[in-house]
């Protein structure tokens, strides 16, 4: 998006130096005045402008509440990541597990995975239970720029390998 505004300036930058025909004097002043703005564009477009998320569109956008609903109707709230969205780097998220009223003592397992790239992370996250269905989760370590999904499942704790559901939150971290 940010490109092909800096594109279309730029297109319409250059039109009067293609009209500027008029006289010496107006040829002279396009001919010093355009370039300068052509690089302060370019320049702009490289400092602020496209980033490496920018034409990804699998990713969510992080909404502090935001939830999910796994396929058996479990709702995974992302109560809050700190910081949020999730960076590049690492992330304390809290999430709250629902169905519909909140479920404490669960067992969750949270994955963060790059599809593009098929790894994850070896830094394991600790999950912390806290108070009406909620869970801490950190660090959630994204350390790779790119599309990352964060899968978080959750199980008994008495049958931690039955999984009762599971979401996946997909972030797009820059560098
Ligand atoms: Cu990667």
């Not at 004097?25 to 702009?44: H, N």
């Not at 108070?131 to 899968?151: C, D, E, H, K, Q």
Request: net charge negative.
């Amino acid at each position: 998006m940010q490109l092909s505004h800096a594109l279309l300036a730029f297109t319409l930058a250059i039109t009067p130096a293609c009209k500027g025909d008029a006289s010496p004097t107006t040829d002279a002043a396009v001919a010093v005045d355009t370039p300068v703005a052509i690089d302060a564009m370019i320049d702009g477009a490289t400092i602020d402008g496209p980033k490496f998320c920018d034409s990804e569109t699998r990713d969510d956008v992080y909404v502090p509440g935001m939830i999910k609903v796994g396929d058996n109707g479990y709702a995974f709230e992302l109560v809050s990541s700190t910081p949020g969205p999730p960076p590049k780097g690492n992330s304390a998220w809290v999430v709250r597990i629902r169905h519909p009223d909140p479920i404490d003592n669960l067992a969750l397992t949270i994955v963060p995975f790059m599809p593009d790239h098929g790894h994850g992370t070896s830094v394991q996250a600790v999950i912390t239970p806290m108070a009406n269905g909620t869970y801490g989760i950190a660090p959630v370590n994204l350390f790779m720029t790119g599309f990352w999904s964060v899968r978080i499942g959750i199980a008994d704790q008495a049958t931690p390998a039955t999984e009762l559901d599971h979401v996946a939150f997909l972030w797009c971290v820059s560098s």
